[in-house]
């Protein structure tokens, strides 16, 4: 069955470093995967998206890769800020526009 | 900004109670979704509704839930008798109109809590 692994852990980071966040699948191909933002009691809120031919995409701090060998996608966010404090969802898709999400990374960001 | 409601924001309720969940969609989405996020947990999809019509409900507990969309515009989600295990985050999102890779924009959510 399709498996989602983002770090369980929570990722701390001081302030203006960049942190990294990934997101491992097995047992399935996605066409595309994308990013999501949620902050306590509040909705998932749509960062990124990227395709299965597409290495890289960038949209201000925020950069993803999508390794489709290694079965991986990297969410980067530069020059972090307290402000980007909050847990990150990831969501490899297969086909169609039904979201199958992991279980997503918090991360704390340091003054 | 068009903003996906959901009402209410928490219900606490006892177990075999029935509840409802409203959800109203950003105007002109065709795609309404609901979802349940246990803590600590990503999203699960409930359901899927095309307009009127239930695209996906793989997941939905048909004993106890049921969902509805009878305009293709608002949509209430129903549990009963609700369950110890039925607490979490009911959320629900829409998309235009459902094509592969569309954004999916989240209401606030509903948190159940059965006691």
């Known amino acids: 069955s399709q498996k989602i692994e983002q770090n369980s852990e929570a990722l701390n980071i001081q302030e203006g470093k960049t942190a990294t966040l990934t997101c491992n699948y097995t047992?399935?191909?996605?066409?595309?995967l994308q990013w999501y933002r949620q902050d306590p009691g509040r909705g998932p809120v749509f960062l990124l998206l990227?395709?299965?031919?597409?290495k890289e995409k960038r949209k201000e701090r925020l950069k993803v890769t999508f390794d489709t060998t290694l079965k991986q996608s990297l969410f980067h966010i530069t020059a972090s800020q307290p402000a980007d404090s909050a847990t990150y969802l990831c969501a490899p898709t297969g086909g169609g526009n039904k979201l199958t999400f992991g279980t997503g990374t918090q991360l704390k960001v340091e003054l | 900004e068009a903003e996906v409601a959901q009402s209410p924001r928490y219900k606490i309720t006892e177990k075999s109670q029935a509840v409802a969940f409203w959800c109203d969609p950003i105007s002109g989405h065709a795609t309404l979704y609901w979802y349940r996020q246990i803590l600590g947990q990503g999203p699960e999809l409930l359901v899927q509704f095309q307009d009127e019509s239930v695209v996906d409900d793989s997941q939905l507990p048909k004993d106890r839930f049921s969902a509805e969309r009878l305009k293709g515009v608002d949509s209430t989600l129903k549990i009963q008798p609700a369950e110890l295990g039925d607490s979490a985050m009911y959320l629900c999102a829409s998309s235009l109109a459902g094509r592969e890779g569309e954004t999916q924009y989240f209401g606030p959510g509903t948190r159940l809590l059965v006691l």
């Open positions: 990227i395709r299965e031919n597409e």
């Open positions: 047992n399935y191909s996605p066409a595309y």
